[in-house]
């Protein structure tokens, strides 16, 4: 019996928050939820640039074509360097926070 409470006040307290939700962007653009759940549910059936996407014939390159393609000359986002440091830095502090630990 209480579960079945606790649904029922779930379910009014999300009606609620739909009825607030669509009153104050009634000056929106986009319409209330109710208007937009219709606009999906009658759009469903209509085929769109993602399905047309879907369909369209795969493009066929090797994993190592497409490397060599799109492969950037320049410095690398990350240094081995920084990397070291970083991991350094971090470990320190880690120490740091131990009781007793001692640094090496």
């Known amino acids: 019996m209480v579960v079945v409470i606790g649904i029922l006040v779930a379910l009014l307290a999300a009606g609620l928050v739909l009825l607030v939700a669509s009153a104050t962007s009634a000056g929106d653009s986009q319409g209330s939820p109710w208007r937009s759940f219709?606009?999906?549910?009658?759009?469903r059936g209509t085929r769109?640039?993602?399905?047309?996407?879907?369909?369209?014939e795969p493009v066929d390159l090797k994993l190592v074509e497409f490397l060599t393609v799109t492969?950037?000359?320049g410095d690398p986002y990350l240094q081995v360097d920084e990397?070291?440091?970083?991991?350094h830095?971090?470990?320190?502090?880690?120490?740091?926070a131990l009781p007793g630990a001692r640094r090496s």
């Open 89 to 96: 830095r971090a470990r320190d502090k880690a120490l740091g």
């Open 48 to 56: 769109d640039e993602a399905a047309r996407a879907a369909e369209a």
């Open 83 to 87: 990397l070291g440091e970083g991991l």
């Open 38 to 43: 219709r606009a999906g549910w009658a759009a």
């Open 71 to 73: 492969a950037d000359e």
